[in-house]
């Protein structure tokens, strides 16, 4: 059993990474909300924030697998889906947020194109965050 002190702290965490999501979500908005006029609305930066802030908080700290002894045959070999998702769709949230920073701190104007691949990135990966954190949490239920 957790301690009351220990569970505080891992909401304290988890609210955390649902703030650097969200505001991960805003960087990626303002870029793509300053070069395409249709992505202006705050209804546009709300989603975006929104849906980084769901991503980091279930895609980032998702429960491991069971525990396999090394002589168990059954999972050599197999990549664990939700471990995959959440890796590569951290990392894919975080590379184009941060891209996303850079671009509006040095103040360069990327082609259009250049933008749409930065809120695809985004897409994809917070998209993998929260897939990554759904499979996790059904197998705990299951």
């Known amino acids: 059993m957790r301690s009351r002190a220990r569970k505080l702290a891992h909401v304290f965490e988890r609210l955390g990474l649902a703030m650097a999501g969200a505001a991960s979500g805003l960087f990626v908005a303002a870029l793509v909300g300053s070069s395409i006029s249709a992505f202006t609305s705050q209804g546009f930066l709300l989603l975006m924030m ?3 802030a769901v991503g980091f908080y279930l ?3 998702t429960p491991p697998l069971p525990f396999q002894a090394p002589n168990d045959q059954s999972s050599r070999g197999n990549i664990d889906a939700a471990e995959f998702l959440s890796a590569v769709g951290t990392f894919l ?3 184009v947020a ?3 920073v850079l671009v509006i701190v040095l103040r360069v104007e990327p082609h259009v194109a250049w933008t749409i ?3 695809i990135g985004w897409v994809f990966g917070v998209a993998m965050q929260i897939v ?4 996790a949490r059904m ?3 299951s």
């Open 50 to 52: 929104i849906c980084g």
């Open 59 to 61: 895609g980032i700290d």
């Open 93 to 95: 949230a975080a590379l």
């Open 98 to 100: 941060f891209v996303s």
């Open 117 to 119: 691949a930065i809120m």
């Open 132 to 135: 990554a954190g759904t499979i």
């Open 139 to 141: 197998r705990q239920v």
